[in-house]
């Protein structure tokens, strides 16, 4: 199974502060996407990093990946109360493990 | 971004009824769907991989006769929950990939409550 597995599974901080979380999967992979979840609601893509890539940027966001750990991070910098939502990495296989429980308190 | 819809967006149904859930991927063509349950405060399980035009591949546990999966084209999917009972209320989420670029697109879910 190519299942990402996120860590820390809850993290809670203060507005403003940095917020990372990490994947870590167990094949090879073509790429990995990232995704928040509001309470309730469908996911929300956020970023897709290829395989050949190690780094990638969009906003506040920014990704890595070391293929040769076999782990991803997701960086939300400057966070606000907006981004309280649970986050997941997924491989090509699109299974999904418990995710990380961001709170940001304002 | 691409838009996947989901349609039922809610759904209340007596227990022994059928319901079906479509999955549109609304600006772009996918010839894989997937389809999941969610359980309040777990993850998503995926049940299923649909490809276009062909059966669809079940997850382990995952009924094929009672969950059915229809992938008749590019851009809808359905799922017939059939003979519902009540501990198949849930949250259905579909997600569609995007030809070429591979980018997975979710839908907005559909919360299913059998009586």
């Known amino acids: 199974s190519q299942q990402g597995e996120e860590d820390p599974q809850a993290l809670s901080i203060q507005e403003g502060e940095n917020a990372t979380m990490n994947c870590s999967y167990k094949t090879s992979i073509n790429n990995l996407q990232w995704y928040r979840q509001n309470s309730g609601r469908g996911l929300v893509h956020l970023i897709l990093i290829r395989s050949n890539e190690r780094e990638k940027h969009s906003g506040r966001l920014r990704v890595t990946l070391d293929t040769s750990k076999k782990s991803s991070s997701l960086l939300i910098t400057a966070s606000r109360a907006a981004d309280t939502a649970s986050y997941f990495c997924?491989?090509?296989?699109?299974?999904f493990g418990a995710g990380t429980r961001l709170t940001v308190k304002p | 971004g691409a838009v996947v819809s989901q349609h039922p967006s809610w759904v209340i149904c007596k227990s022994g009824t059928s319901v079906k859930i479509e999955c549109r991927s609304l600006?772009?063509?996918?010839?894989?769907m997937f389809w999941y349950r969610q359980f309040p405060k777990q993850s998503l399980m995926l049940m299923a991989t649909?490809?276009?035009?062909?059966?669809?591949?079940?997850e382990q546990g995952v009924e094929k006769d009672k969950f059915l999966i229809n992938h008749a084209s590019l851009t809808l999917s359905t799922l017939t929950v059939t003979s519902a009972h009540p501990e198949d209320s849930s949250f259905y989420i579909c997600s569609a990939r995007e030809v070429g670029l591979g980018t997975q697109y979710f839908g907005p879910g559909t919360r299913l409550l059998v009586l």
């Open positions: 649909s490809n276009e035009g062909s059966k669809a591949t079940y």
């Open positions: 600006d772009f063509q996918a010839t894989t």
């Open positions: 997924a491989t090509g296989d699109m299974r």
